[in-house]
């Protein structure tokens, strides 16, 4: 059974960190792209950060040069690291995986992919 875990999420204060984990297990993800999601109370859901199986990355505009993705193969594991944390950052975050690349992650439009994990909370106060 294919899943992915989220961890790491929590209650940070404003300029804070924390760091995301996204552990896969079930099959190997080496040549899958994998990402993150997240939804805000009363928002859709967006893209936030991925990267391909080769090691390329995408990141939305309001996360770029405070949030950092990067994977563990060996370990099946995938990262956000994110730093300066806002307010407007408080979401369930979600990881996902999808074989088809990066590209359906920089573009998605609620569409499926692949695979998704449950979601971790982030709440950041002031």
């Known amino acids: 059974q294919v899943q992915l875990v989220e961890s790491g999420g929590g209650l940070v204060q404003a300029g804070g960190s924390l760091r995301l984990s996204c552990a896969a297990s079930?099959?190997?993800?080496?040549?899958?792209?994998m990402g993150w999601f997240r939804q805000a109370p009363g928002k859709e859901r967006e893209s936030v950060a991925a990267?391909?199986?080769?090691?390329?990355?995408y990141y939305t505009d309001s996360v770029k040069g405070r949030f950092t993705i990067s994977r563990d193969n060996a370990k099946n594991t995938v990262y956000l690291q994110m730093t300066t944390l806002k307010l407007e950052d408080t979401a369930v975050y979600y990881c996902?995986?999808?074989?088809?690349?990066?590209?359906?992650?920089?573009?998605?439009?609620?569409?499926?992919?692949?695979?998704w994990g449950q979601g971790t909370q982030v709440t950041v106060s002031s």
């Open positions: 079930g099959r190997t993800f080496s040549n899958y792209a």
């Open positions: 990267i391909s199986a080769f090691g390329a990355t």
């Open positions: 996902a995986a999808d074989n088809r690349g990066l590209i359906y992650f920089k573009v998605w439009d609620g569409g499926a992919l692949d695979y």
